[in-house]
């Protein structure tokens, strides 16, 4: 399917990647609403885009957006599941100064899951509902996971919803084939974003050195995925990993 006169949102759109997103979708002609829990960031996107603060985690929030969004672009092709947060630590680890046991708290636990787990299934459910309503064609869901979800040390949180909206890629695709709508998912490695320009340098020297080829991702770099996956109606139920080799 071809991008231009599309009606697609973007969740997560106010900085980094999901701002890259909106920015290229509405360069290549199509029609953005553009949601993100920051509305102030929001406003700086370009001119044209539809923006609305939307907090994936509150479920009427989604809902209320989704129709919105619907309303104003005259209706909806596609669903870029982009928001997503991290709060990283060992789910149990030893204190190196006092040596005592410290649990990974459980409101971290939760509210990760709350906005890249639950939040994602619930923007699909509604954005995918109307569609069905609407008979939208073409359809399209395009998940945001992580090449985290094999498994990475001091994830546990954003481990499991990565791979868990990986795993849904293909039950969602499965259940939406009725409806003619696909389902497929991006999973990038680092990418230079204001999530991750806050890691300790050693750590992130430590990363460029065990990925192939020799940096880590740019914002364009994922969009080239994500791209594919709304364009190519032969790609559904899969997720491509784009993470410079580093996940070999």
């Given at each position: ?13 106010a ?10 979708l ?12 920051d ?106 996971s ?45 990418v230079?974003?204001?999530?991750t ?35 190519c ?16």
């Open positions: 399917m071809q991008l231009k006169d599309l009606k697609i949102i973007v969740t997560g759109a900085r980094g990647m999901g701002a890259h997103f909106a920015t290229r509405s360069e290549a002609g199509a029609m953005v609403a553009a949601g993100d829990i509305a102030e960031a929001l406003a700086l996107l370009p001119p044209g885009i539809h923006r609305r603060r939307l907090d994936v985690s509150n479920e009427a929030d989604g809902a209320e957006f989704v129709e919105w969004a619907h309303r104003t672009m005259g209706g909806l092709n596609a669903l870029v599941n982009n928001a997503g947060i991290i709060k990283d630590g060992l789910l149990v680890r030893r204190d190196k100064v006092t040596g005592a046991v410290k649990r990974f708290g459980s409101a971290d636990l939760a509210a990760v899951l709350a906005v890249n787990l639950t939040g994602a299934t619930l923007m699909v459910r509604e954005a995918v509902a109307k569609m069905a309503e609407t008979q939208t064609r073409p359809g399209v869901v395009v998940n945001l992580s090449i985290s979800r094999h498994g990475n040390r001091g994830q546990t949180a954003y481990v499991a919803a990565k791979a868990a909206l990986a795993a849904n890629t293909v039950t969602w695709a499965r259940e939406f084939a009725t409806f003619g709508i696909r389902v497929a998912a991006v999973a990038p490695g680092m230079d974003t204001p999530m320009q806050g890691m300790n340098q050693k750590a992130r020297d430590a990363l460029v050195a065990s990925i192939p080829v020799g940096r880590i991702g740019t914002p364009e770099d994922i969009w080239l995925a994500v791209k594919f996956a709304l364009e109606d032969y790609f559904n139920g899969r997720t491509v990993d784009v993470d410079g080799g580093g996940a070999m």
